[in-house]
């Protein structure tokens, strides 16, 4: 059985203006302060000589390495980004970057917002527009029903409440 993997499919390019500013704070931080720190200390491992058996030398390589991918990413990422600023013209309708309160049924309600793949934070209840709930929400309004197949079951979500801040 060989390595290899089928790729990804990319999230998609939306982002809020708060999303799209901590990738590009992420972006600087990484290269104009991070990387340079770990370069001087891979550097000084390198110096102290024999590199097979030098624990410092191997642990900044392979830091190094993890900070050179994710700024390949983030410079990738911040090339495609489409930055959505304002609310939809119908503001009753589900779309990027809307709040939305569910009520499962016997259930307590939850609210969500729905965000890009590169802000979700589910302590926020950001949730990616790429995800199942997202997706069985869009272009839906108040009052109106979907069912989401969640990994533990099938529930079953009512449209509470629609909100764009």
Same mark, same amino acid.
């Given at each position: 059985?060989?390595?290899? %993997?089928?790729? /990804? *499919?990319?999230? &998609?390019?939306?982002?809020?203006?708060?999303? =799209?500013? *901590?990738? *590009?704070?992420?972006?600087?931080?990484?290269?104009?302060?991070?990387?340079?720190?770990?370069?001087?200390?891979?550097?000084?491992?390198?110096?102290?000589?024999?590199?097979?058996?030098?624990?410092?030398?191997?642990?900044?390589?392979?830091?190094?390495?993890? !900070?050179?991918?994710?700024?390949?990413?983030? &410079?990738?990422?911040?090339?495609? !980004? *489409?930055?959505?600023?304002?609310?939809?013209?119908?503001?009753?309708?589900?779309?990027?970057?809307?709040?939305? +309160?569910?009520?499962?049924?016997?259930?307590?309600?939850?609210?969500?917002? !729905?965000?890009?793949?590169?802000?979700?934070?589910?302590?926020?209840?950001? !949730? &990616?527009?790429?995800?199942?709930?997202?997706? =069985?929400?869009?272009? %839906?309004?108040?009052?109106?029903?979907?069912? /989401?197949?969640?990994?533990?079951?099938?529930? %079953?979500?009512?449209? +509470?409440?629609?909100?764009? &801040?």
């Amino acid at each position: 059985m060989g390595r290899w %993997r089928a790729p /990804v *499919k990319p999230g &998609s390019p939306y982002i809020t203006p708060a999303g =799209a500013k *901590k990738l *590009k704070e992420e972006l600087i931080y990484l290269w104009k302060t991070l990387r340079p720190e770990v370069v001087r200390a891979l550097s000084a491992a390198a110096a102290e000589g024999d590199r097979s058996e030098n624990a410092e030398y191997i642990y900044r390589k392979k830091q190094l390495g993890e !900070i050179d991918r994710r700024l390949r990413y983030l &410079s990738k990422r911040v090339d495609v !980004i *489409k930055i959505v600023d304002r609310p939809p013209a119908d503001i009753s309708i589900i779309r990027f970057g809307a709040w939305v +309160t569910l009520q499962e049924q016997g259930d307590a309600s939850v609210t969500y917002r !729905i965000v890009g793949v590169d802000e979700t934070d589910a302590s926020q209840g950001y !949730i &990616s527009i790429d995800s199942p709930v997202a997706l =069985a929400l869009l272009g %839906r309004t108040v009052g109106q029903s979907t069912a /989401v197949e969640l990994p533990e079951h099938r529930a %079953r979500f009512k449209i +509470t409440a629609i909100r764009y &801040s």
